[in-house]
């Protein structure tokens, strides 16, 4: 799925946020001419749904008319939130969106008054939309889950999507390195099957060395996750300039104009070349070994990679 990043403003200031570094790159929202060269090119071929990222999407001063010209042209929405947003923007996401993420933090992570305003939109979005996802971010110091999966039950969400924190661009955001996940995995694995136990389905969205995970671990997350797997792909994130990044903490690996590449397709095979030496560099020494190395297995997240 390709996601249009909106603006990099956000109301919150999360440690682990690799997004937090390209505010003073991208100082500027996108801009109404930019946001109609992007339509016309996803019109022109034929792309089926967007995401809309941010710092915090809402935040845009023209967000609302946004979401009603892709629906006017027939484009699916998946909007990524933290929540905190004016309760008068429920109603035009209730209509317009199709799955609504919310990255539903710790409540020590947030600021006087700020989770009250996220469950008071959660209490009614759960009403309205078509779908509430949400999303966990383990990171150093914040790897509790109990508070989220009470959330799972108060506002009936049977969708999360959760990820071991990544390094942004600049490396100065928290995160696991790639000898840190091996410390985590038991916790990630134990909430997996917590959220299973309650009929939650769960995608994690980035990869991990399979090593990392017990031949058991592995096959019970292989089971029951929507998305669990060693081999990343391209996820295409369009900043506000309409440049477009392999991905966030990859924002080194760009085009400058997304309009200039021939549909979706054509993006994935770019990026996928472009890393092609990236993802054959070996982690570990027993990489070399692994009879999954280059089929099921990168060795990890390409961003980690990069910075071993």
């Not at 671990?217 to 300039?241: A, N, Y």
Request: hydrophobic fraction near 35%; aromatic fraction near 10%; proline fraction near 5%.
């Amino acid at each position: 799925m390709i996601n249009l990043f909106l603006t990099y403003k956000c109301n919150l200031n999360c440690s682990y946020c690799f997004a937090t570094g390209l505010a003073p790159e991208f100082p500027k929202e996108i801009s109404q001419e930019k946001f109609a060269l992007f339509l016309d090119w996803l019109q022109e071929y034929r792309v089926p749904v967007i995401g809309l990222l941010g710092g915090e999407p809402t935040m845009h001063s023209r967000f609302e008319r946004m979401l009603a010209q892709f629906s006017e042209i027939g484009i699916a929405v998946v909007l990524f939130t933290n929540g905190i947003f004016p309760k008068n923007l429920v109603d035009p996401i209730s209509k317009h969106v199709k799955n609504v993420v919310v990255n539903y933090n710790e409540p020590s992570m947030y600021k006087r008054g700020q989770l009250d305003i996220v469950n008071q939109n959660l209490e009614a979005l759960a009403l309205g939309v078509r779908r509430l996802t949400f999303s966990k971010n383990f990171s150093p110091g914040h790897t509790s889950v109990d508070y989220l999966i009470e959330a799972c039950e108060r506002y009936r969400v049977r969708h999360v999507r959760y990820d071991i924190s990544k390094p942004g661009d600049n490396s100065q955001n928290d995160y696991f390195s790639i000898a840190d996940t091996k410390n985590i995995v038991d916790t990630v694995v134990r909430f997996a099957a917590q959220c299973h136990n309650l009929g939650i389905r769960t995608g994690m969205d980035c990869c991990i060395p399979l090593c990392q995970l017990s031949a058991s671990q592995r096959r019970f997350m292989e089971k029951i996750s929507t998305k669990f797997s060693g081999i990343c792909h391209p996820s295409i994130d369009v900043h506000p300039d309409l440049s477009v990044s392999y991905c966030l903490p990859l924002k080194q690996v760009m085009i400058d104009d997304v309009t200039s590449m021939p549909g979706e397709d054509a993006l994935l095979r770019h990026f996928a070349e472009r890393v092609r030496v990236l993802r054959v560099l070996k982690t570990f020494d027993r990489c070399g070994e692994c009879n999954d190395f280059g089929k099921r297995c990168q060795g990890g997240c390409l961003a980690l990679k990069d910075t071993i």
